[in-house]
């Protein structure tokens, strides 16, 4: 028994070091990466950029003269400002993790 448990702390020891030293990107996941790598690059390009540009600014007119609701007013910035930001928030969410 005495063995089992043995190799048992080894085996969840060790475990999280094995997967952790692959540092490669699973077989077949080519097309996915490519894909979101895609997605990423339309949601934060030049267009994308403008375009938000304009929302927040409609918004924000709509918002002053008393035509839109704050609370959905601020839903629109706050998104805004999270899907332009979320490259910065992902690396301080793993930073904190990492520490």
């Known amino acids: 028994m005495r063995i089992a448990n043995l190799v048992a702390a080894f085996v969840v020891g060790t475990t999280p070091t094995m997967t952790m030293a692959q540092g490669m990107d699973p077989a077949g996941s080519g097309p996915i990466v490519n894909a979101l790598g895609w997605l990423q690059g339309t949601l934060l390009g030049n267009v994308a950029t ?8 409609a918004v924000g007119f709509m918002m002053l003269t008393g035509r839109l609701n704050w609370r959905f007013g601020a839903t629109v910035i706050i998104g805004v400002f999270i899907l332009f930001g979320a490259a910065s928030i992902v690396a301080g969410i793993q930073g904190v993790a990492a520490a």
């Open 50 to 57: 403008a375009v938000a540009v304009m929302a927040v600014a």
